[in-house]
Antibody, heavy 120, light 109 residues
Framework: QVQLQESGPGLVKPSGTLSLTCAVSGGSISSSNWWSWVRQPPGKGLEWIGEIYHSGSTNYNPSLKSRVTISVDKSKNQFSLKLSSVTAADTAVYYC?????????????WGQGTMVTVSS | QSVLTQPPSVSGAPGQRVTISCTGSSSNIGAGYDVHWYQQLPGTAPKLLIYGNSNRPSGVPDRFSGSKSGTSASLAITGLQAEDEADYYCQSYDSSLWVFGGGTKLTVL
């Protein structure tokens, strides 16, 4: 059973860059899955940020595209998120998740989430 | 404003049946894209509850069921239990991005 674990700084200064990593265990990141980032501001709903395939192919939410970069490190079996020029509006719990056609492209596995606060 | 519209809250007594609606449009649900449902207990990550409109992952009780028609989808929960109290989200695809409903808080009275 694949497991996902997010890691990274819990506090980022305004105008800085948020950097998170999602470690994949129990399976290979080179399998037929898309690897995504989803965030949830405190008390609010879920927002899809973007995704990556092991080939390096990416798709991003148009509302965040200019600030987001998602990359994959196959040697470490992990993928990463970078969000630049952050503001307080980017304060949220950040989840990594995966989906595949086997699950009709539903997010079947989620990490536990990591809280990131943007504050000086 | 979410692309998929859900009621902010629903409630029901133990043993009752409740439904949660997810209303979309011709660019998402109405375009034929699948709808998925997630359950989020307080302080935890979302958990896949229904995938592909009406399929249950192993381990999800058959009290939970999903359906889709036209530009809408629904999640039904029968035999309501206290442990069902959670937030529920629908999800689909629209114009090159994955979209979620705003979420529905289920209260078990």
């Amino acid at each position: 059973q694949v497991q996902l674990q997010e890691s990274g700084p819990g506090l980022v200064k305004p105008s800085g860059t948020l950097s998170l990593t999602c470690a994949v265990s129990g399976g290979s990141i080179s399998s037929s899955n898309w690897w995504s980032w989803v965030r949830q501001p405190p008390g609010k709903g879920l927002e899809w940020i973007g995704e990556i395939y092991h080939s390096g192919s990416t798709n991003y939410n148009p509302s965040l595209k200019s600030r987001v970069t998602i990359s994959v490190d196959k040697s470490k079996n992990q993928f990463s998120l970078k969000l630049s020029s952050v503001t307080a509006a980017d304060t949220a719990v950040y989840y990594c998740a995966k989906y595949s056609s086997s699950w009709y492209n539903a997010f079947d596995i989620w990490g536990q989430g990591t809280m990131v606060t943007v504050s000086s | 404003q979410s692309v998929l519209t859900q009621p902010p809250s629903v409630s029901g007594a133990p043993g009752q049946r409740v439904t949660i609606s997810c209303t979309g449009s011709s660019s998402n649900i109405g375009a034929g894209y699948d709808v998925h449902w997630y359950q989020q207990l307080p302080g935890t990550a979302p958990k896949l509850l229904i995938y592909g409109n009406s399929n249950r992952p192993s381990g999800v009780p058959d009290r939970f069921s999903g359906s889709k028609s036209g530009t809408s989808a629904s999640l039904a929960i029968t035999g309501l239990q206290a442990e069902d109290e959670a937030d529920y989200y629908c999800q689909s695809y629209d114009s090159s991005l994955w979209v979620f409903g705003g979420g529905t808080k289920l209260t078990v009275l």
